[in-house]
């Protein structure tokens, strides 16, 4: 599969996660968001890159209850539940989230 | 509820070269979902795997040595390095990563996770595991 990014054809995997997370840029995370219906706002945004720097420091995606819980510490308690970022993210926060984020499935993740 | 289980998985091998080490880490995060009392242990060239400033890029592999810092954040709290494992390939403690967790019962106080331990307390260490996975 691919998906059409600026003109530009990026491969991804059969359930649409980035092949190559180095090719991510934010309008990908846009063009996905809208095959799934999604407008992305600055919530959605302040996920994402939340999960992009997690990446980058630990070289996983976090599974959903250690996001949670580091979403809670990182930008307030109001937000690290899992009614807020399901409110975000309704197919699951760690797989859609980090779909739109360029980063493999989570570790764990059927 | 079914009853808790200590499980003690414990690392023998070089980082590279097999898999043995990066699948035993996801299968030690998958299982950090469920409930179980999670330990790791290294020992023999699996010291290795905690050494400090891994570098990948000529053998064209992924350096997972950073995931190490996340299992904290996975509650996995106590992981045991063998003293003479480590002594006899001349390594030192601050050779090894710096693996902390946060303690919830103390104000999320930083703690230590690594502890280092003879072989003769490991060996009392396996004997009060339920489950002791050998990668």
Redesign the interface.
């Known amino acids: 599969m691919t998906i059409e990014v600026n003109g530009k054809s990026l491969e991804t995997d059969e359930e649409g996660y980035l092949a190559d997370l180095n090719q991510w840029e934010p309008e990908v995370a846009t063009m996905m968001a809208k095959a799934d219906d999604t407008e992305l706002s600055d919530a959605h945004w302040e996920v994402i890159n939340f999960l992009r720097e997690y990446y980058e420091?630990?070289?996983?995606a976090?599974?959903v209850?250690?996001l949670t819980?580091?979403i809670g510490k990182k930008l307030g308690k109001d937000k690290g539940n899992s009614k807020y970022l399901y409110e975000l993210f309704p197919y699951g926060p760690a797989k859609q989230a980090c779909k739109y984020a360029g980063l493999p499935k989570p570790?764990?993740c059927v | 509820m079914s009853e808790i289980k200590k499980f003690l998985y414990v690392n023998r091998k070089a980082p590279y070269g097999t898999v043995y080490a990066l699948e035993s880490l996801?299968v030690v995060?998958?299982g950090?979902?469920f409930d179980q009392d999670v330990s790791l242990a290294f020992i023999d060239d699996g010291v290795f795997q905690l050494a400090k400033g891994q570098k990948t890029t000529d053998i064209g592999m992924?350096?997972?040595s950073?995931?190490y810092?996340?299992l904290g954040?996975?509650e996995v709290k106590k992981i045991y390095v063998e003293k003479e494992s480590l002594e006899e390939r001349g390594l030192t403690p601050d050779n090894l990563l710096h693996l902390t967790y946060e303690d919830e019962d103390e104000d999320y106080a930083e703690k230590d996770s690594i502890q280092f331990v003879s072989r003769a307390e490991l060996s009392d260490i396996m004997d009060q595991q339920d489950v002791v996975p050998s990668f």
């Open positions: 420091e630990y070289q996983i976090p599974a209850r250690v819980k580091a570790t764990g | 996801e995060l998958i950090a979902a992924k350096n997972f950073p995931t810092s996340a954040d996975y």
